[in-house]
């Protein structure tokens, strides 16, 4: 160990410098232990705040609908539909009620849209539901721009009374059609409380929502495109995503 002696200092004089120098590196030890602690501190404060908003996301309440297909209209109605014909069959079923209309496109395979309380609806949100209807639709899979989709009321829409006559998620429909033609393929996503919602496009419009991801059918994986509108919208749930996608190729214009 090597000591520096100012020999033109007394024994005391170099004691004490020795001193002062001693109390000011513990003192920097010691401010330096206390950030390590603060920091510490505020690791463990971030990680609490973390598996608290984890924790928060796991026992957050859902929704009946939101095991389907859904949205709501720019006037805020709920419209939901079947991603199978076992939730077609169970919407007709258990959520298709007296004052709801029924919208479906008129292509073999299509989901069943129930527009909630739809008989006081205006035109503009039942050309909503119809957007939605046209793209949930094998219109989507078959590559096509445009659909034609029907609705009817509650007591227009039956199930055969002879078990078995009909498959699960097909009924009998009766009486007066309303007919929606040329209906574009198109939807939107966007971000709406921190969760990305899958809209029409004319929903997207009604809402005045300025920045969107339009998306149509097109050469583009369905996998891709899911990937490509998480990434462009800040969004981490691939398989939320790819849920609320109709099935078929994808054009996406970020």
């Known amino acids: 160990m090597e000591i520096e002696i100012d020999l033109n200092k007394s024994a005391q004089e170099n004691a004490n410098d020795y001193f002062n120098r001693s109390k000011k590196a513990k003192r920097k030890a010691e401010g330096a232990e ?3 602690g603060e920091l510490e501190e505020r690791r463990k404060n971030v990680e609490s705040t973390e598996q608290k908003k984890r924790a928060i996301r796991k026992i957050e309440k859902k929704e009946w609908y939101e095991k389907f297909n859904w949205f709501r209209t720019g006037s805020g109605m709920l ?10 069959e169970l919407i007709n079923s258990k ?4 004052n709801d209309l029924f919208f479906h496109a008129d292509v073999f395979g299509a989901s069943v849209i129930v527009l909630k ?15 939605f209807a046209a793209c949930f639709s094998r219109a989507w899979e078959n590559g096509g721009s445009s659909a034609t989709v029907y609705s009817l009321k509650r007591e227009q829409i039956s199930k055969s009374k002879e078990k078995g006559s009909l498959g699960t998620g097909s009924f009998l429909m009766s009486g007066e059609r309303e007919w929606f033609r040329n209906v574009a393929l198109e939807l939107a996503a966007f971000v709406e409380n921190e969760k990305i919602r899958i809209v029409p496009m004319q929903t997207c419009v009604a809402l005045g929502v300025k920045s969107y991801i339009l998306l149509k059918p097109g050469n583009r994986k369905k996998s891709d495109a899911a990937k490509l509108i998480c990434s462009s919208l800040g969004f981490d749930d691939l398989d939320y995503v790819m849920q609320h996608l ?5 054009s996406v214009k970020v």
């Open 34 to 36: 206390a950030a390590v």
């Open 95 to 98: 959520y298709f009620e007296a």
């Open 246 to 250: 109709p099935a078929g190729g994808f």
């Open 117 to 131: 309380d739809g008989v006081k609806s205006d035109k503009n949100a039942r050309e909503e539901v119809a957007q």
């Open 79 to 88: 419209a939901v539909g079947g991603r199978n014909a076992q939730q077609n």
